[in-house]
């Protein structure tokens, strides 16, 4: 069985390297204790009330053998980490630079080219990437465990991480530090691309996914967009209750606010809801949502609010 | 003991008095220490059944008993009861309080009413918890800022409690650390004691220097959320990761704080049931202290992807590294003990051997997460869950469940049943391999923690995680049971069942209202086992 997950990113086999040689040297050090404990308490198990036992207090020799070699042991183990650690930490002057934003709970991305994707951080095989981030609220924690690489997200402050995607396919992105209630559904897809696909997605995939989801009836593009776009963080379309509220049935139902009021949940308030979430608070949620205004287009929302009105 | 026959016929075991009143207003340090005993007991009780509330929750992926804001209600709750009321004023306050007086030679503690006052600061905290249970915390034990500043549950009522106990910490450290310095019987010096009681001295020293830290972190907390004053929040101007360096200044200490009376215990266990003197008495006694020194310098490895500089994590990863050095003197000093002993696998035995393995797995997994590169990959996952359970349980609670089997024939005067205690010891032995060996696993896979749920690959792991903390939950409530039927079914203990010749067994059991007849004159120190002129090595 495999106990490490794949490589792939450039470091990531040199991060295996300084775990395997730590697992080694824990494993020796390991099964000679053990065999020290299980050997001693069979060899010596009392015999009699009576047995003999000598009265040793100690042995200078030894305790400065076993005070010596860990000291060397731990001191190496230091330097191992540190010199990976430090190439970790300096990323080339040529890495292409995204800015990740996270909040509760997704993850925004904005690419150089002035395009933006939720949850989906598209790279380029083998180009270097150095991903600059914030937080929006709480902290939250960049952690891709295929690239060996890991790093909070904090308000009032940048902080960053590079990585050079060595495989072509799709990694599992997770948010490693707890940020409440959605932490555990706040997952993204890091997508590496081949150069020349890479090159087709920054020139004109949204033609190519226009032309594509232009086929597509409004209800199968909301459905795609609902889960593509993160709205399955925290709102279930099978009635259970997550962070936000069901989509089931929702739409032409009453809704009650935590004003007190009531509004029909219509195109219009289904609308203002996505792209203003504060506007009208139901009842019983916190003010958690990020807006949409500005990421999800009219087209979008319009799909959305068409894949609500099929869940009944 | 000369006047042995007088000492018999005043003799009225410190358990004679009954009523509640008479224990709730007992300034002995015996009855303090058994009320600490109870208390923290039935808290790790509690704190274990929303363990396996929560183990269950994850035995598959999606729903299974809780959602997603429970679950996270459940491991706050778990965690701070855990820390705050089990595990940190635990062994310190309940053994501590038993045990030092008596071996050291003295009737009481040097500040009896202050003692009174701690337990009853304990209580206080542990019932402003209770009442906070009302709108239960969701913020994880750590409280991490800004998201304690912005849940809505109720984070100040659960801090002030940790506040109270806190206070509570601080006396009793201070207590234990006159008591050591003044009331040590004639010829009891420094090289002479019991290793516990130089445990206990180290502990003392953590709870007192940084205890205060987290108690001013909390109530700084407690402002900015009450009075809106930005020390944390980045909206208001503030730094959320000072409140982590203030917060692991006390934390990391707080570890050792956990960890020491434990170390402190198996250094009793082993001799006597090795018939040897501890190996290494001295690099014993000072280890200790070096590693309540160290431990204040490291609180950053908590940190290294945290957003601090590089600098800075280096710093700290090679002060944490110096960790495992007096670590592993005590666990190869250990070892050497039983080497040519006359080795009694009693059930407290079986705890102390378990607790130098286990604890090896805990050190050792310390050191791949002391090492920056290993760190950035490992932190928050569930390799951190394992390696503090190995810590906590595999040392702490073995060391805690150990003295329980140790000191239970000197605390009440009966003996339990040895061989269900066997049982319980290998049900809890396997169960907690099984529940945590496989959480190493899920965190070099990468498994991130605190999830209420996971992606379906991690679902084997998960599953035998939950099969096993069923083992270990039916292993402790077989010991819990047997402990108590010997309460009431056991046979009248001996005054010194196991031929130990410290201090604390030449009392009769239970020991009387202020210990000695006579204050004892001590000649040596408490591990004289063997014929000494056989000595070699």
Not at chain 2, 42 to 47: R, Y
Not at chain 2, 366 to 381: I, R
């Amino acid at each position: 069985m495999n106990w490490l997950p794949e490589q792939a990113s450039d470091f990531a086999g040199r991060v295996d390297t300084v775990i395997w040689f730590v697992t080694i040297i824990s494993l020796i050090s390991f099964i000679l204790i053990t065999i020290g404990l299980v050997y001693f308490a069979i060899k010596y198990r009392r015999r009699s009330e009576n047995d003999e036992t000598p009265y040793i207090t100690g042995n200078l020799f030894l305790e400065m053998l076993w005070t010596v070699i860990p000291s060397i042991l731990v001191m190496v183990i230091f330097v191992y980490g540190f010199v990976v650690y430090r190439d970790m930490r300096t990323p080339p002057q040529d890495a292409l630079e995204v800015n990740v934003t996270g909040k509760q709970w997704l993850w925004q991305f904005q690419y150089q080219n002035g395009k933006s994707t939720i949850n989906e951080l598209y790279v380029q095989q083998d180009k270097p990437v150095k991903v600059v981030m914030r937080s929006d609220d709480v902290i939250h924690s960049f952690f891709v465990p295929a690239f060996r690489v890991k790093q909070d997200l904090i308000g009032g402050m940048y902080t960053y991480l590079w990585f050079t995607p060595t495989k072509v396919g799709i990694f599992d992105l997770y948010c490693a530090e707890y940020c409440g209630t959605g932490h555990s559904a706040m997952l993204g897809k890091v997508i590496v691309m081949s150069p020349e696909a890479y090159d087709r997605w920054e020139k004109g995939e949204e033609e190519e996914e226009g032309k594509a989801v232009a086929g597509l009836p409004p209800d199968q593009l909301g459905e795609k967009l609902y889960k593509e776009r993160g709205c399955n963080a925290c709102h279930s379309i099978d009635g259970s209750t997550l962070v936000g509220p069901t989509w089931k049935g929702l739409f032409g139902h009453e809704v009650s606010l935590t004003d007190g009021s009531t509004v029909t949940a219509d195109e219009n308030y289904i609308r203002q809801s996505i792209l203003e979430p504060q506007a009208k608070m139901v009842k019983g949620f916190g003010p958690v949502m990020p807006a949409f205004k500005g990421i999800l287009s009219d087209d979008d929302v319009a799909a959305i609010i068409a894949y609500i009105k099929t869940l009944k | 003991m000369a006047n042995h026959t007088i000492a018999e016929t005043l003799y009225v075991p410190y358990l004679d008095e009954k009523g509640i009143l008479s224990w709730l207003l007992s300034t002995d340090h015996k009855r303090i220490g058994i009320m600490y005993l109870i208390s923290i007991s039935t808290s790790f009780l509690i704190a274990g059944i929303s363990s396996l509330l929560m183990r269950l929750e994850l035995i598959a992926p999606g729903k299974t008993i809780v959602d997603a804001h429970q679950y996270n209600v459940l491991f706050t709750f778990h965690g701070t009861v855990m820390v705050f009321f089990f595990i940190v004023p635990g062994l310190a306050a309940s053994l501590g309080n038993f045990l030092i007086p008596l071996m050291i030679g003295a009737r009481d503690v040097a500040f009896p009413k202050l003692n009174l006052g701690s337990y009853w600061l304990y209580l206080l905290g542990a019932t402003i918890l209770l009442i906070s249970l009302l709108k239960p915390a969701d913020t994880g034990w750590t409280f991490y800022t800004p998201y304690s500043i912005k849940t809505g549950t109720d984070v100040i009522l659960l801090t002030t409690g940790i506040f109270i106990l806190g206070m509570s910490s601080i006396l009793t450290g201070l207590n234990f650390i006159v008591t050591i310095h003044k009331l040590r019987a004639p010829g009891m010096t420094w090289h002479r004691l019991n290793l516990f009681v130089w445990a206990s001295y180290a502990t003392a020293i953590l709870q007192l220097l940084a205890t205060p830290v987290v108690g001013i972190t909390l109530l700084l907390l407690i402002m900015e959320r009450v009075f809106g004053i930005g020390f944390f929040d980045p909206a208001k101007g503030g730094d959320p990761i000072l409140f982590q360096n203030f917060f692991w200044f006390y934390s990391h200490p707080a570890v050792y704080i956990m960890i020491l009376p434990a170390f402190g215990v198996i250094s009793e266990i082993i001799p006597v049931f090795s018939r040897k003197p501890i190996f290494g008495y001295k690099a014993m006694a000072y280890s200790l202290l070096a590693i309540a020194l160290i431990s204040f310098l490291v609180w950053a490895h908590h940190m290294f992807v945290s957003g601090m500089s590089e600098v800075a994590a280096t710093i700290f990863s090679f002060l944490t590294m110096l960790v495992a050095i007096p670590t592993a003197i005590k666990v190869f000093n250990w070892t050497a003990t039983l080497y040519k002993g006359s080795i009694q696998l009693h059930s407290a035995m079986l705890y102390a051997l378990s607790l130098i393995f286990l604890f090896t797995i805990g050190g050792l997994t310390g050191v791949f997460l002391g090492s920056l590169a290993v760190d950035v990959h490992l932190h928050d996952t569930y390799f951190v869950v394992a390696h503090m359970h190995y810590v906590m349980i595999g040392g702490t609670v073995m060391g805690f469940f150990g003295a329980l089997h140790f000191w239970y024939p000197k605390m009440f005067g009966k003996m339990f049943n040895e061989k269900v205690a066997k049982v319980a010891w290998a049900l809890i032995f396997i169960g907690f391999n099984v529940t945590f060996f496989p959480q190493f696993i899920l965190g070099t896979l990468g498994m991130p923690r605190r999830y209420a749920d996971y992606p379906p690959e991690f679902h084997s792991l998960h599953e035998l995680s939950t099969i096993g903390s069923l083992i270990l939950g039916i292993g402790v409530f077989i010991m819990t049971v047997n402990l108590l039927r010997g309460l009431t079914n056991g046979e009248k203990a001996p005054e010194n069942p196991y031929n130990s010749v410290s201090l604390e067994w030449q009392v009769p059991s239970p020991p009387p209202h202020e210990n000695f007849e006579k204050i004892p004159v001590v000649t040596d120190y408490p591990y004289v086992y063997g014929k000494k002129n056989t000595q070699e090595g």
